[in-house]
């Protein structure tokens, strides 16, 4: 466990092609596919694009998506992943790499014992719903969202586990079955260590 300080010394900015509304807060979906290793990608011929950590809090599911699993399962893929689904994308994202040392890290609040979001985390990149991010970024984002100090926490747990303690859905529990979405999600992006 750690407590997380977030650094907001580094400003993030993200240069777009002039026919898409830069003013909005989120990038296209179509520009953010995969992420290289410097966090750059380069997008059409005149622009690069920078990805950036995005808090899950900012895709928290209504009432009606926590109630109806179908409304829930009919959510853009970084929706259901970033709230709802958050785990089964990390198990899933350190079980297709066997051969890299992958964990499982989640974040809470300092002062609860709830994670409310968890990852994959290798060699100090964290992927989850926003793509390979360093976990700095991606715990920065999350702080400055929640407006509260968070905790960083190690998972050893079994998935299984893990959804019994924190009252979470194992992928039979929902609409349809989670593990192939989360396996194309995965393929989106292209791992830091590529």
């Known amino acids: 466990m ?7 010394t580094e400003s993030v ?12 807060r989120r990038v296209p979906a179509a520009l953010r596919l995969r992420r290289a290793r410097g966090h750059e990608r380069r997008v059409g011929r005149s622009a690069t694009v920078r ?20 409304i829930a399962w009919d959510r853009t ?30 974040v809470r609040f300092a002062d609860g014992w709830q994670v409310f979001h968890a990852y994959a985390l290798w060699d100090g990149w964290a992927f989850d719903h926003s ?16 407006g509260r100090p968070l905790e960083r926490v190690t998972i050893v747990d079994s998935l299984a586990d893990f959804c019994e303690t924190h009252h979470s859905r194992m992928p039979h529990q929902y609409w349809q079955d989670p593990l192939p979405r989360a396996r194309d999600y995965l393929s989106r992006y292209t791992p830091p260590w590529a």
């Open 2 to 8: 750690s407590l997380i300080v977030p650094d907001f």
């Open 13 to 24: 900015v993200v240069r777009v092609p002039p026919d898409i509304d830069s003013s909005s």
């Open 51 to 70: 990805v950036v950590a995005e808090a899950a809090g900012a895709f928290r599911r209504t009432a009606i998506e926590r109630s109806d699993q179908r």
């Open 77 to 106: 893929d970084q929706a259901f992943f970033a709230a709802g689904a958050c785990h089964i994308l990390a198990w899933v994202c350190r079980d297709s790499y066997p051969d890299r040392p992958i964990e499982i890290a989640g």
């Open 131 to 146: 793509g390979w991010n360093p976990e700095p970024e991606l715990l920065a984002a999350n702080t400055a969202f929640e």
